[in-house]
């Protein structure tokens, strides 16, 4: 078991940047797949990206955010630049030992923080 607290989140206008972490307890980080997922008010969650020995983005973040981790850290980062008004959601950091090509489905991760508020206006 994983345990994640997010952090970072917050109100800013578009076209600016924020960076969420996400710090991780246990001995085998390194190990796992590291998720980002958002929720938007009346949506389902979302995959936004992920990294285990690669990275992967969904299409309407690529360019835009990077996905990192320190493992000496137990840390994973979101980078995210040029934001805009539908990135606004409640950001969620999520946790797998699964395989790679199950990384975008959120019922693959088994271990997920408690969330961040991104809001982005316009």
Known sequence: Q??????GG???????????????????FSNYIM???????GKEREFVASIRYSTDYADSVKG?????????KNTVYLQMDSLKPEDTGVYYCAATATAWNLRRAPNSY???GQ???VTVSS
Request: net charge positive; with cysteine; proline share 2%.
């Open 35 to 41: 998720g980002w997922f958002r929720q938007a008010p």
């Open 115 to 117: 969330g961040t508020q």
């Open 110 to 112: 088994g271990n997920w």
């Open 64 to 72: 835009r955010f990077t996905i990192s981790r320190d493992n000496a």
């Open 10 to 28: 917050g109100l800013v206008q578009a076209g600016t940047s924020l960076r969420l972490s996400c710090a991780a307890s246990g001995r085998t």
């Open 2 to 7: 994983v345990q994640l607290v997010e952090s």
